[in-house]
């Protein structure tokens, strides 16, 4: 089951609270199931306002719990027990107990029904039998009245610290419907106040079971005093460091019990007591084991019982458990780069994946490392670039040099194809590095081959991934501009979501690629696999297609609901928000020539009024398109006749080249929106999309010109008679070929 939690809660809303049962199994494909562990849930314990005086008290606590996958039958509260129970004990006893091999034994007291009520459990202590009770309970709050026996002093020490109260801790868990019981929640505190507690900020990591540290050690923390006066701080803390390996018998680092070494077995070093003025402490380590602890101290005299390395909900605990070595741990470094889309985090020597990039590309790497994981620090940084020998470092060796700076001051720009390799290093107040090293392959745009045809429609049930492929290849094999895809390498398909569109993760064509071929045809589907295909992510967010674009090469986008893909989205999913406006900046309208404010898409419920039927030569075009229409047997056999095309783009702004102040080149359109043909039955009908622009092109005629032509179709080619789109193709691809 999962964690039930606990949440202040009033009486009026304790009425209206119910538990929601998950069910236990889960399920399969084929309506069996099989039965998932039972987790551990889990409680919270608020408190009321305090309630008493100096010699006796009582208190209001109320609690609350959830199951995620079940529900919690009952609660069980435990009071004060006993040091000599070690806190795995008292929170887990049923893992302590003789029949399991530990030390404790379990009595059931039953209530007049014979249901449990009471689980004592209890253990030989050392003057005689101890034991404590969990008492089970259905209730929320309950009020507990405590008195105050004794004088306050420091644990392990005779001292008394002058104030007369009492100390006391309450343990509250939940159990669940198979009887599982949460890890409890506690509270402890005097006769009049809560007791405060600490937790330690540096180092981080105290959770590790242990940490790497060097002979420089600092130690920070702070703390909180939540009934307290003023800023709710304690007013001092104590503190204490022992060395397991010099204990006796010696206790191994992996097996420490906090409580156990902190109170008992360390009990003749003493905690010593720091004002809360100054919250840290440093310690030249000789190589060892350690265990560090701090206490917080309040106002009213409280020492804060607790001694754990993590708390509830992740924040860092009042224990370190640590090893010191000569050279401690390694700093954690930290490198990014937007253009590579790098944000890699490691220790030690690291290698990062390598990265492809055309020539040109401006590079600026930033930043930034960490010791605090083993309470070291960070004093400076070195990079450089090919560099031959890591270990030399002064002038010549090819780094930049020791300093603070946290980036490259100036883009590394490569002129020339090749591998190459960016070094980041940082170092630690004890001379310890890290150094990641980023492999970079620049990459020259040859264009040794013709056409490489992506395909990133991911057909779903109709057609299917072999129709699809079938009439792109009977195409081009149709077209006579090539030698056929099997016998000439210059025509290449590439698959996104590999063959027969099984693949369940995207894969798109590596700069290289694009590197080699003039012609890229993108046939894409904007809802690819849960809105993520790959002209997604090869054009707005990789920018390779920008590079392809800017070198010379030429783009042809096809498909279905393109206008969601390369309208950017920082998210690398399509975004089906329509209309749509594209603005500078965006792949759309920076490369594809989109000057509109508004895009429209026609949706698949109403292809059979407002579906595309058809594409007509943009009115006085003189670009040589010919009229296409759907070939009603690649419908599927419940739809021929009777349904359009869906998903298809059609702009309602019109695209004005005057638009955009910048624009250089010339824009062409080709196609516009037929809604209604002769296949309709029984009565044609008319779309009120019909007329719309729904293709373009762009070239820019200046010979000087590096970028390479464009062509925007914001339909599906498939569904059109193979001889109509044929001529359409041969068309295209002999005006790419003018340049």
Not at 223 to 236: K, N, Q, T, W, Y
Not at 499 to 512: K, Q, V
Not at 668 to 675: C, I, N, P, T
Request: net charge negative; with cysteine.
């Amino acid at each position: 089951m999962s964690t039930p939690r606990i949440q202040p809660v009033t009486a009026a809303a304790l009425g209206g609270l119910s538990v929601l049962l998950a069910g236990g199994f889960a399920c399969t494909g084929d309506g069996s199931g099989s039965r998932v562990a039972n987790q551990r849930p889990s409680i919270r314990i608020t408190v009321a306002p305090l309630e008493g005086n100096r010699d006796s008290y009582t208190t209001e606590i109320w609690w609350i719990g959830w199951d995620d996958d079940g529900i919690v039958d009952h609660y069980e509260y435990a009071l004060d027990p006993p040091e000599e129970f070690s806190s795995g004990e008292v929170d887990r006893p049923e893992e302590h107990l003789t029949t399991s091999g530990g030390s404790l034994e379990l009595a059931v007291r039953r209530d007049r029904l014979g249901e449990s009520d009471t689980l004592r459990f209890s253990k030989p202590g050392e003057s005689g039998r101890v034991s404590f009770d969990y008492v089970k309970t259905t209730e929320f709050v309950k009020t507990f009245g405590f008195t105050t026996p004794h004088a306050d002093t420091v644990p392990g020490k005779k001292e008394p610290l002058g104030i007369f109260s009492g100390l006391h801790a309450i343990y509250v868990r939940s159990v669940d419907n198979e009887g599982m019981a949460s890890d409890p929640d506690r509270l402890a505190f005097t006769a009049t106040n809560i007791a405060p507690s600490a937790r330690i900020t540096h180092p981080t990591g105290g959770q590790a079971v242990s940490l790497k540290v060097g002979p420089q050690m600092r130690i920070s923390w702070d703390g909180f005093d939540l009934d307290g006066s003023g800023s709710r701080r304690p007013v001092a803390y104590l503190y204490k460091l022992v060395r397991l390996d010099e204990l006796s018998p010696p206790i191994p680092v992996f097996s420490v019990d906090p409580g156990f070494v902190l109170y008992r077995a360390a009990d003749h070093i003493p905690w010593i007591r720091q004002e809360a003025e100054t919250t840290e402490v440093r310690y030249n380590l000789e190589p060892g084991e350690y265990v560090f602890g701090v206490r917080a101290v309040d106002e009213a005299g409280a020492i804060e019982p607790f001694l754990d390395r993590a708390r509830p909900g992740g924040v860092p605990g009042n224990v370190l458990v640590m090893e010191s070595e000569d050279r401690g741990g390694f700093p954690t470094l930290t490198v990014s780069e937007d253009a590579l889309r790098l944000n890699v985090s490691g220790s030690g020597d690291i290698i990062a994946t390598p990265f492809q990039i055309p020539i040109g590309q401006p590079l600026i790497f930033s930043w930034h490392a960490s010791a605090e994981a083993y309470g070291g620090t960070i004093v400076g940084y070195n990079w450089g670039l090919n560099i031959a020998d890591l270990d030399r470092e002064g002038p010549g060796s090819g780094w930049d040099g020791w300093g603070n700076t946290n980036r490259n001051p100036t883009a590394i720009v490569f002129a020339e194809p090749g591998l190459n390799y960016v070094y980041v290093r940082c170092r630690d107040s004890e001379g310890v590095t890290t150094t990641m090293t980023i492999p970079i392959e620049v990459i020259a745009f040859e264009f040794s081959r013709n056409i490489l045809i992506i395909d990133d429609f991911r057909n779903e049930f109709w057609p299917t991934d072999p129709q699809h492929d079938a009439f792109w290849e009977r195409i081009v094999e149709g077209s006579g501009r090539f030698s056929g895809p099997s016998a000439d390498p210059e025509i290449f398909y590439h698959e996104v979501f590999g063959p027969g569109d099984t693949r369940f993760n995207r894969t798109i064509p590596p700069l290289s690629y694009f590197s080699k071929y003039r012609l890229l045809i993108y046939d894409t589907k904007g809802t690819g696999l849960s809105g993520w295909s790959g002209l997604g992510e090869a054009g707005p967010n990789r920018k390779f297609l920008r590079a392809h674009h800017q070198a010379g090469g030429h783009l042809w986008v096809t498909g279905e609901q393109t206008a969601a893909v390369v309208h950017d989205n920082p998210r690398n999913v399509s975004n089906f928000e329509y209309p749509k406006d594209f603005t500078p900046g965006s792949f759309g309208y920076d490369f594809l020539h989109l000057y509109t404010h508004e895009m429209h898409n026609e949706k698949y419920q109403r292809a059979d009024t407002e579906g595309m039927w058809g594409v007509n030569p943009f009115p006085g075009s003189t670009a040589g398109f010919p009229s296409m229409q759907v070939d009603p047997l690649k419908k599927h056999p419940l739809q021929r006749g009777k349904y359009g095309i869906g998903g298809t783009d059609f702009v309602y702004d019109p695209i004005l080249e005057s638009d955009n102040p910048t624009h250089t080149g010339t824009i062409d359109s080709l196609y516009v929106f037929e809604g209604f043909g002769p296949h309709l039955e029984p009565i044609p009908k008319s779309s009120v999309n019909s007329g719309r622009l729904v293709a373009i092109r762009w070239h820019d005629p200046d010979p000087a010109s590096p970028r390479g032509r464009t062509m925007w179709w914001g339909f599906p080619v498939y569904w059109f008679h193979d001889d109509q789109f044929q001529d359409a193709f041969n068309r295209a691809v002999d005006w790419f070929r003018e340049e």
